[in-house]
Every structure is written in structure tokens, then in C-alpha cells.
């Protein structure tokens, strides 16, 4: 896959024509890779163009949106699909105030000649520009709203779930495990003192999962671990008024300290706590892990 940066507006044509899905695919979800699979359907080179940073940075004034595929993720998942091309799109004040049939003119000077949307879609200055505008003007491909298990898959409810903590249902939706990519940054080392070394993430402006203790895969250096994550203010020793997330990994003694891992969340085991005694957090930990152990068990045997 070849991605394409456009940036203060120097659209330049592709080496040969395109059917583009067109979408901000924060997630890639189910309904994503519907429009995905769609545009590798019909005759050209396939490609999905998308937005950087999100409209809603602009359009509702978010500097720092939150997101649940930031960049670097987004493109590794996209890649996976076996794409031609990733088209970013600098978005900027003056793309969102370009009208609408500006923004086609700029879509054909690409040399995009297929258009794939969600029926939802809209673009230009105001949002003036739909789906009827796109079929006037392209081979245009309408992708109905995207339904599994009579659940309508959305980024938006996806979004919901995670930050309720049903992390389980959100991969099902997602169609692949939620994950977080960050570096690892030094703490005050107090899990290691009572017997959980944690790496505490960088997690940058990824959408949290709600405060609590998860089970999860941790890739090091390309190498899954079991462990199991903590997503909170840390209650019963050196509270934060911001949310930290720290993982411990399950049998692992490595100095792992600025190297950049991802934990992929596999379901939530239980509510953030605040505990009276060490002795009890340390308790409670123990439990913890071997739920997580457990979990792992299952999942096994489900397989």
C-alpha cells in the first residue's frame, strides 16, 4: 500500500485511476471494511481516502479529539486489506470552507473515477455536498448503514462502548481487539515495591476505556504477553488528577522503559477501587490475575 500525504492543499493526480472510499474510518469497523471491500470491486486500483487531523478538530472546535485509530494505527489496520493507496487529507479551515464542487474537482483531478460512501456521508463548506452530488459527478457506490447482529455499527456507538468499559462488544464491532499504542514512561515504580511492576503508557489522545482493571494482550517488541491493564487515578497510593493507563505483564522482568508497546484490551474484570491497606490492594491484585489467567483459559478452549 502506498499512502499519499496531501497537506496545504497540493492535491496531485494518482499514476492511474481509482475507486476511492471516501471517510474519516476512525475505528475501521465492520461498516469500514464493508466500504473497503466495496472499492476493490470495481476495476480500478483500490484506495481509501481519509482526514488528518479529524473534521471534528475544526468543525467542533476539539484540539485534541479523541480518537480510537489514531493515525499510525488506522494506516497498519487499512494496510491490512491489501489497498493500492491511503490518501490523507490535510484538514485544515480551508478545506472545510471549500465548496462542495471544488472539493469533487479536486477528488478528479486525483484521478479518482469511483466513488465509494456511506449513505450518511456529506462534505464541502457546511456539509452542502451528499451522496447525490458524489452520483452526478462519479461511478458512485452507496454502502447502507451496516448492521451485525441487529446492532448498527457506528463509530459513534463504538465509542460509547468503550467508554462504558464493554470493551468485549466493542471488538466485536470493530472486528479485531481495541488497542492502545504508547511509550512506556517512568513512575514512581510503587506496583514494583508490592510485587506488580507496571509500565506506565503514554497514551496520548486515544479514546479511554472507562476506569477500571482489564485483561489484555501486551505486544513487546512483536512478542504477545498476557497481562492485564489499569485505566484510573490510582486511589489508594499517589492519586492523579489525570487518567493514568499502566499495564502488568504476566511473567515479564524487562527494562522496557521508552520503547513503544501496545495493549490490546480483551474484556474488563472489574471497577477502579480505592483499597485501606496494601496488603488489601495487594489482595485484590492476585485475585485479579488469576481472573485474567482464567480468562485466558477459556478463550483457549473456546478456540
Not at 488528518?52 to 479523541?66: A, G, T
Not at 485483561?215 to 499517589?238: E, K, R, S, W, Y
Amino acid at each position: 500500500m502506498k499512502s499519499i500525504f496531501i497537506k496545504d492543499q497540493n492535491f496531485t493526480p494518482l499514476p492511474e485511476p481509482v475507486c476511492a472510499a471516501i471517510g474519516n474510518f476512525d475505528g475501521v469497523h465492520l461498516g469500514h471494511q464493508k466500504l473497503i471491500y466495496e472499492c476493490k470491486r470495481h476495476g480500478y486500483k483500490s484506495a481509501v481516502l481519509t482526514f488528518y487531523p479529524h473534521p471534528s478538530v475544526f468543525l467542533k472546535r476539539i484540539p485534541n479529539y479523541p480518537l480510537i485509530t489514531p493515525l499510525e494505527i488506522k494506516t497498519d489496520i487499512i494496510s491490512r486489506f491489501g489497498v493500492d493507496y491511503l490518501i490523507v487529507i490535510e484538514f485544515d479551515e480551508k478545506l472545510a470552507e471549500m465548496p462542495k464542487e471544488e472539493f469533487m474537482a479536486k477528488l478528479k483531478f486525483m484521478n479518482i473515477k469511483s466513488v465509494v460512501c456511506g449513505y450518511d456521508f456529506t462534505f464541502g463548506r457546511r456539509a452542502e455536498g451528499n451522496i447525490l452530488d458524489l452520483a452526478k459527478e462519479f461511478e458512485f457506490y452507496e454502502v447502507k448503514k451496516f448492521v451485525f447482529d441487529n446492532v448498527r455499527v457506528s463509530s459513534t456507538y463504538i465509542r460509547e462502548l468503550i467508554s462504558s468499559g464493554n470493551v468485549k462488544e466493542a471488538n466485536r464491532l470493530l472486528g479485531r481487539l481495541f488497542s492502545i499504542r504508547g511509550k512506556v514512561k517512568y513512575g514512581k515504580q510503587i506496583g514494583r515495591l508490592i510485587g506488580f511492576p507496571t509500565a506506565n503508557i503514554d497514551y496520548k489522545n486515544y479514546f479511554m476505556p472507562a476506569s477500571g482493571v482489564y485483561f489484555a494482550n501486551i505486544l513487546v517488541d512483536g512478542i504477545p504477553h498476557l497481562g492485564m491493564a489499569n485505566i484510573g487515578h490510582n486511589p489508594t497510593f499517589n492519586f492523579k488528577d489525570n487518567l493514568e493507563l499502566e499495564v502488568h505483564i504476566f511473567n515479564f522482568d524487562e527494562d522496557i522503559y521508552d520503547q513503544t508497546i501496545e495493549i490490546f484490551f480483551i474484556d474488563k474484570i472489574r471497577d477502579e477501587k480505592k483499597y485501606n491497606s496494601k496488603e488489601e490492594l495487594i489482595k485484590q491484585l492476585e485475585k485479579d490475575k488469576k481472573n485474567c489467567i482464567k480468562l485466558a483459559g477459556d478463550l483457549y478452549l473456546t478456540k
